[in-house]
């Protein structure tokens, strides 16, 4: 069975940093795809990133790009996301996801994804 937990979500003042991690169990995504969304109260989730094929290509929401990182432990069958200079548009519950090699369908859509997490709170005061 696979499960997908993030973890290190909280609350922090804006234009701090939170890393959040999400381990997967029982199958390895090291080169299919793994990516966070996030939904903000009253909206629809939205692509945040992705990480995805072997060689680690990486894609980011304009909204975020230059501020977060994604990276990958193959190792560990973990990803992260170093969130960088945050702000309170950025507060959101943050959920993992992840697909194997080989799955169709466009990384930025959450209907491209195979699993998710549970999701983690991140809230950014002002």
């Known amino acids: 069975q696979v499960q997908l937990v993030e973890s290190g979500g909280g609350l922090v003042q804006a234009g701090n940093s939170l890393r959040l991690s999400c381990g997967a169990s029982?199958?390895?995504?090291?080169?299919?795809?793994m990516g966070w969304f996030r939904q903000a109260p009253g909206k629809e989730r939205e692509f945040v990133t992705v990480?995805?094929?072997?060689?680690?290509?990486?894609y980011y929401a304009d909204s975020v790009k230059g501020r977060f990182t994604i990276s990958r432990d193959n190792a560990k069958n973990t990803v992260y996301l170093q969130m960088n200079s945050l702000k309170p548009e950025d507060t959101a519950v943050y959920y993992c996801?992840?697909?194997?090699?080989?799955?169709?369908?466009?990384?930025?859509?959450?209907?491209?994804?195979?699993?998710w997490g549970q999701g983690t709170q991140v809230t950014v005061s002002s």
């Open positions: 996801a992840a697909r194997y090699q080989g799955r169709a369908g466009d990384l930025t859509r959450d209907g491209s994804y195979d699993y």
């Open positions: 029982g199958r390895t995504f090291s080169s299919g795809a």
């Open positions: 990480i995805f094929g072997s060689g680690g290509i990486k």
